[in-house]
């Protein structure tokens, strides 16, 4: 009894919920980045995560050649699906939110329906290294050794995209298109090629995502829709564009899904949207639409 | 619909994942028959069986979230078809196929089309239980008879309702009993926050605590997970850890099947025993891998049952599917469609509607390869064994192994 037992007894929660807090968000900041830095909201960013987890699936065969092949092909094919993406967006430049959502949920609805004759409607899930696919013992609690792991890779990952958004030219590049597209197409750079790489960059991203996620978000005919909705509750609570927010959102909504099931059994099913709804109320801003955040 | 699957085919044709699905390599052609055939004769000619064509409408989910379930279930009717020379009671069948979708929303205008333009004679298929509603209503209208092979709902009125799968809470039922006899102690029940889930969960939990047992759940109420979306159950799974559990009790199907067996093998509750319901059923089993090894679970059939219908469907299902056994959906729209040829075998003159709903009402006894069953005559839901399972490896194969027979449930 005590505050040690009490201790134990969240440890593995406290836990998970960061491991599954930090999943959120390399879920969610692909489409946080292409909407903060290109205005684009992807509604196809689910299509693109299955994509890398497909190539985890077929390619990842339990050697670390093999998930490095997978990483590779996932990032790849995600990049090329992002590319695609912001081809296939030209057109409709300049016509606002509405009009480029709907292109890219049109996107969403034939890529699904050409993974499934691609891969099959059967639900897949990668095999990775037996150094991986075991448990470690965490104060006396069994916990995947692939959670931890991915702690590790998530945390880099968010280091180093702020790193390059904050520190590096490119992401000057990209913050002053945010702010400026036309004092930046005065200052020589295209917002046009900005806006292309930032879609092929966010796609490599969620490519990545896929591969790396395929073992608990595994690919099949559900998958885009469940990462688009998780993600979107991630970006909604976190501040649409918004990566430190995006980080924040998703290691609370981490902790709300896994210590909720410990401390309000009952509720668990209505948890994560009774956590967005409650950030909305809280947060009280008007979302940001043409100038007038 | 049928047209639009066939241009994907001849589109996508190349691509491995096709091959590997013979029974779509022989679709496009037979819908092409069965086309040129509509146009030819509109319907039955009386008289001579011989030349007499009976039309079956088969609604299932060919595209969406359970398209695995719906693509078993046609491949299980087909392979009866073909087997059986294309007839059903020695008339030539004209079968017609519309995609089911997600549910109601796209099954019941499918379903219509099949009633109202195509005239089909009888109905078969379904995925989802809420699609078996929408349709049922449409087949008491038009008098036609509806017979589902997988979710069914319960119904006030099943006149013209028939269900070759079984009803949702019978797998829990019929192993309750065991669980009470083999578990020293109280026993966690899990499952997805959605009717099918408390209709599962609801089936065991009844008949346990019936027979008293205690459920280790805090307030002695299954847990329900968040539905469709939950793809981490490691909090759940260290909060059974914690508990005085003995065992766990779980129904859950598809992705989260995958989700909730790897992560059980990874946590704190790894080594309490799990049963349950469909968790190791279908192409889940190999993505699942080596942490779905020893599972316990009920289900109304197994592909190593050993009776001779079974020997058969096994024998002819292997001949056009050599990557997968059948799961209990194809061997329930193969019995559906057994069903149908036994019912119109009984029909002297003129197939209509009415007399195969009237012939399916005298069956009786159905040889089948899950063994021998038969329609309840309240609810026109089947009468039949159980079995328990539990999963081995097979050289490098994953599979589900009959145990023993449990109990013969149906109502």
């Known amino acids: 009894m005590g505050p040690l037992n009490a201790l134990d007894a969240y440890l593995i929660p406290v836990i998970d919920g960061v491991a599954y807090g930090l999943l959120l968000f390399t879920l969610a900041a692909p489409l946080t980045l292409v909407f903060g830095a290109g205005g684009v909201l992807n509604l196809a960013h689910g299509s693109l995560y299955a994509l890398g987890a497909y190539a985890a699936a077929l390619i990842s065969d339990g050697s670390w050649t093999s998930l490095a092949l997978a990483a ?13 993406l912001s081809a296939a967006l030209m057109p409709v430049t300049g016509r606002g939110h509405l009009a480029q959502a709907l292109l890219t949920f049109g996107v969403a609805l034939v890529a699904g329906a050409a993974l499934v004759l691609a891969f099959g409607p059967d639900n897949l899930r990668p095999t990775v290294p037996a150094g991986l696919d075991t448990t470690v013992s965490l104060a006396g ?18 280091a180093g995209g702020w790193l ?17 597209p036309h004092m930046l197409a005065c200052l020589g750079t295209n917002p046009r090629t900005v806006l292309a790489a930032v879609l092929t960059v966010g796609g490599a991203l969620a490519g990545l995502t896929g591969v790396l996620g395929a073992p608990i978000i595994g690919p099949g005919p559900g998958t885009a829709d469940t990462v688009l909705l998780l993600s979107l509750v991630i970006v909604v609570v976190g501040g649409l564009g918004s990566v430190g927010g995006a980080v924040a959102a998703a290691v609370g909504v981490g902790q709300v899904q ?8 009952t509720w668990t099913p209505y948890l994560l949207f009774a956590a967005m709804a409650l950030a909305l109320l809280v947060r009280r801003q008007p979302l940001p639409t043409g100038g007038h955040a | ?24 390599a022989t679709r496009p ?18 008289g001579d069986t011989g030349t007499e064509t009976v039309k079956i409408g088969f609604v299932g989910s060919l595209s969406g979230t359970y398209q695995d379930v719906g693509q ?20 030539k069948v004209d079968l017609v196929v519309a995609d089911e979708g997600n549910g109601a929303a796209t099954a019941l205008p499918a379903a219509t089309r099949l009633v109202k333009d195509e005239h089909v004679a009888a109905l078969a298929g379904i995925v989802a239980s809420g699609s078996y509603l929408a349709i049922s209503a449409l087949a008491a209208e038009h008098k036609i008879p509806l017979i589902g092979s997988n979710g069914r709902p319960d119904t006030e009125n099943s006149d013209w309702l028939w269900t070759t799968s079984f009803r949702s809470p019978d797998p829990g039922t019929a192993i309750a009993p065991y669980i009470k006899e083999h578990v020293d102690g109280p026993v966690w029940a899990i499952g997805p926050d959605y009717k099918g889930g408390y209709d599962q969960v609801g089936g065991f939990v009844d008949t346990y605590t019936k027979l008293g047992g205690k459920l280790a759940n805090p307030g002695g109420k299954p847990t329900w997970t968040p539905f469709p979306a939950t793809p981490n159950y490691l909090p759940y799974l260290s909060q059974i850890a914690k508990s005085d559990a003995k065992a766990v009790y779980a129904f859950f199907g598809g992705e989260n099947a995958i989700g909730f067996v790897t992560q059980y093998k990874q946590s704190d509750a790894r080594n309490l025993p799990l049963y349950g319901a469909f968790l190791t059923e279908g192409p889940v089993l190999q993505a699942q891998g080596p942490a779905a090894e020893g599972i316990w679970n009920v289900l109304n059939y197994s592909p190593d049952l050993d009776n001779a219908a079974n020997r058969t469907f096994i024998a002819e299902w292997s001949t056009r599917h050599t990557d997968r056994s059948p799961t209990t959906y194809a061997m329930a729209a193969y019995d559906a469609a057994a069903v149908l040829d036994k019912a119109i075998a009984r029909i002297s003159g003129k197939v209509t509607p ?27 839901t089947p009468i039949q064994h159980w079995y328990l399972r539990v999963v081995r490896r097979d050289g490098t194969q994953l599979a589900n192994r009959v145990v023993q027979d449990l109990a013969t449930i149906g109502a």
């Not at chain 1, 390059?164 to 400026?180: E, I, Y």
């Not at chain 2, 146009?39 to 039955?44: F, K, M, N, P, V």
Request: hydrophobic share 45%.
């Open chain 2, 354 to 380: 009415v007399k195969i709903n009237e012939a399916i009402g005298q069956l009786g006894q159905i040889d089948s390869p899950r063994g021998s069953w038969q329609f309840s005559p309240r609810n026109h």
């Open chain 1, 72 to 84: 590779a092909a996932g990032t790849f094919a995600g990049a090329a699906g992002g590319g695609l």
């Open chain 2, 1 to 24: 619909m049928q047209q639009r699957r066939t241009r994907h085919h001849a589109t996508w044709a190349t691509r491995p994942a096709w091959a590997t699905r013979p029974a779509w």
């Open chain 2, 72 to 91: 078993e279930m046609r491949d299980g009717f087909q392979l009866y078809l073909d087997t059986h020379g294309g007839r059903f009671g020695g008339r």
């Open chain 1, 164 to 180: 390059v958004l904050a520190r590096s030219r490119a992401g000057a590049r990209l913050r002053a298109m945010v702010d400026d």
């Open chain 2, 29 to 46: 052609a037979w819908v092409l028959a069965a086309c040129l055939a509509m146009t030819g004769c509109g319907g039955s000619n009386a």
């Open chain 1, 258 to 265: 896994s210590l909720g099931v410990v401390l309000a059994p």
């Open chain 1, 141 to 158: 609690h069994r916990y995947p050794a692939y959670r931890l792991a991915f702690i590790a890779i998530a945390a880099a990952l968010a």
